[in-house]
């Protein structure tokens, strides 16, 4: 079985802090992923990397940076974080070759006050 | 248009019937889409991933998919109550830098009425 798993499932920040999430898959997986999930709005690709030291920003990646230091942890990074950052994070991981199924981390909900 | 729409509901189905969730996609070039369930304060989980044209069947699920039409639907037979959960339809799109985006729909909420 794939096994996501993210460092925090309830996480209180205060505006401007540095906050830091992360993200380790045990299946060797080439490609990880950060989402975030709000009401209304689905969810949205934050940041992705498909290798090693490698990150493509996806299609909402202001005001986060993302880490991706060894194949099977994928960090993602609020520099100073504000309220409108408060919401549901998700971490996932896929192959590159063969299904493209992508696999979900249990979710971090970050909530900045 | 949304690349990826769904129906939000709520669908509400009795239990024991068949439950009916419809999606619709904008990129005629898609080739991969999936289902995830995710019940509340739960992440996603895939239950079904289609490729073809025609229906795929995995016990009580079945996904159809029809590429000329751009749709792509989730039954599920003899519903119960824990079917009850949101379900999200995925597509891999191409995007307009040439790579592969997997895009989701907002989802379907569906409850099972006992």
């Known amino acids: 079985d794939v096994k996501v798993t993210q460092s925090s499932r309830y996480l209180v920040k205060r505006t401007g802090e540095k906050v830091f999430l992360e993200c380790v898959q045990d299946m060797d997986h080439e490609n990880m992923f950060w989402y975030r999930q709000d009401p209304g709005l689905g969810l949205r690709l934050i940041y992705f990397?498909?290798?090693?030291?490698?990150?493509e920003k996806g299609d909402i990646p202001e005001g986060y940076s993302v880490s991706r230091e060894k194949k099977e942890r994928f960090s993602l990074i609020l520099e100073s974080a504000s309220t409108n950052q408060t919401s549901m994070y998700l971490c996932?991981?896929?192959?590159?070759?063969?299904?493209?199924?992508?696999?979900f981390g249990p979710g971090t909900r970050l909530t900045v006050t | 248009q949304k690349e990826v729409e769904q129906n939000s509901g709520p669908l509400s189905v009795p239990e024991g019937a068949i439950a009916s969730l419809n999606c619709t996609y904008s990129?005629?070039?898609?080739?991969?889409f999936f289902w995830y369930r995710q019940y509340s304060g739960k992440s996603p989980e895939l239950i079904m991933s289609?490729?073809?044209?025609g229906d795929k069947e995995d016990g009580r699920f079945t996904a159809q998919l029809n590429k000329a039409s751009q749709y792509v639907s989730l039954l599920i037979r003899d519903s119960q109550p824990s079917d009850s959960a949101t379900y999200l339809c995925a597509v891999l799109i191409i995007s307009n830098f040439g790579n592969e985006k997997l895009t989701f729909g907002t989802g379907t909420r569906l409850t099972i009425i006992p």
């Open positions: 990129d005629r070039g898609s080739q991969s």
């Open positions: 289609i490729y073809s044209n």
């Open positions: 990397s498909y290798d090693v030291k490698m990150k």
């Open positions: 996932a991981s896929s192959r590159t070759q063969g299904p493209e199924e992508q696999y």
